[in-house]
């Protein structure tokens, strides 16, 4: 009767080993937390590149509003906010709505949302060209001569 019920009990295990245990190592998919605003064009340049970095606090959410301006007078034209924690538990990004300003304009205001007992850790690019006013502006001869 004992030797029954040690066969039963290493039957039990095994199954629970089998099922417990997946068969393949395939992770699943983690959410992206990526923004990507405007678009490039072939006259559009490395504005600027930023690393944004807020170390986590203990039993908390951060909420943290960073506003990013182009180094000189250049039009922002594509805003990149790649998250790089790729384990999905980096902070969701949105444009700010208060302020208004992104692709078009010379600066860019985003919010981070970070999840619970996590930092915000983001690669920040601006693209951008010279206002059209500088691009339009060739020097010209108006010289006539005789």
């Given at each position: 009767m004992e030797s029954y019920k040690l066969i039963f009990a290493f039957i039990l295990n095994i199954q629970l080993v089998i099922n417990a245990v997946p068969l393949s190592n395939a992770k699943k998919a983690c959410p992206s937390h990526e923004l990507v605003l405007g678009s490039r064009a072939p006259h559009d340049r490395l504005l600027l590149q930023k690393f944004i970095y807020v170390p986590a606090k203990p039993f908390r959410t951060l909420k943290h509003i960073e506003t990013i301006r182009t180094p000189s007078r250049e039009t922002i034209t594509r805003v990149e906010l790649i998250d790089q924690k790729i384990d999905g538990r980096g902070a969701s990004v949105q444009l700010n709505k208060v302020s208004g300003n992104g692709p078009a304009y010379r600066d860019v205001s985003v919010k981070f949302n970070s999840k619970f007992n996590h930092g915000v850790h983001y690669s920040v690019r601006l693209y951008g060209h010279k206002p059209v006013?500088?691009?339009?502006?060739?020097?010209?001869?108006t010289a006539i001569k005789a």
């Open positions: 006013a500088f691009l339009l502006s060739k020097p010209h001869n």
